[in-house]
């Protein structure tokens, strides 16, 4: 059974860049998708972005200045930075694997971690 | 972008009672759409996928429905468990966005 774990700061200041990694279990990183989704308290998600095992990325319009999403298969880890971080960015963020390709569903969801940005 | 948008957004329901969900696209997305359930606190779970394939290990009482713009997912008969906020998805195009949650409440 595949199991993500996001791990990460809870607490980054303004201005600042988060960092969150998620580590996978129970399966190899190769041969997927994987992908950030994050969820302000009390509202809808929104889709981050996407990367391959072999590092090839997609991320949202709305994101992708300040994102970057990259992979480290000799840990079976992915990891999520985004940059400049302003109070807008407090969030739940989930990482989960995507079966690209088809219809590209989210099957397998970490716990989520929450992030809050504040001084 | 594709909006997607749910009706209704909550909606009070029994135990036993048979549920429908509405999700629209602002443009025709074929069967690239996909349905999650959230519970509190927890994270979301992929209940179908194109539209209208049941993912494995989900009861059969969850059913999708649909295509190009309009899709419905349907609970026949509720079920204590099944009390959550369900959001739809379409990846036919890049961003992929999500409707914004139909929450379904006991009454």
């Known amino acids: 059974q595949v199991q993500l774990q996001e791990s990460g700061p809870g607490l980054v200041r303004p201005s600042e860049t988060l960092s969150l990694t998620c580590t996978v279990s129970?399966?190899?990183?190769?041969?997927?998708?994987w992908t950030w989704i994050r969820q302000p308290p009390g509202k809808g998600l929104e889709w981050i972005g996407y990367?391959?095992?072999?590092?090839?990325?997609n991320y949202n319009p709305s994101l992708k200045s300040r994102v970057t999403i990259s992979v480290d298969t000799s840990k079976n880890q992915f990891s999520l930075n985004l940059s400049s971080v302003t109070a807008a960015d407090t969030a739940v963020y989930y990482c989960?694997?995507?079966?690209?390709?088809?219809?590209?569903?989210?099957?397998?969801w970490g716990q989520g971690t929450l992030v809050t940005v504040s001084s | 972008d594709i909006q997607m948008t749910q009706s209704p957004s909550s909606l009070s329901a029994s135990v036993g009672d048979s549920v429908t969900i509405s999700c629209r696209a602002s443009?025709?997305?074929?069967?690239?759409l996909n349905w999650y359930q959230q519970k509190p606190g927890k994270a979301p779970s992929l209940l179908i996928y194109?539209?209208?394939t049941l993912q494995s290990g989900v009861p059969s009482r969850f059913s999708g429905s649909g295509s190009g713009t309009h899709f419905t997912l349907t609970i026949s008969s509720l079920q204590p468990e099944n009390f959550a906020t369900y959001y739809c998805?379409?990846?036919?195009?890049?961003?992929?966005?999500f409707g914004q949650g139909t929450r379904v409440e006991i009454k």
């Open positions: 989960a694997r995507l079966l690209l390709g088809g219809y590209s569903p989210f099957d397998y």
């Open positions: 129970g399966g190899s990183i190769s041969s997927y998708y």
């Open positions: 990367i391959s095992s072999s590092g090839s990325t």
């Open positions: 443009q025709s997305i074929s069967y690239y």
């Open positions: 194109a539209a209208s």
């Open positions: 998805q379409q990846t036919f195009s890049s961003p992929w966005t």
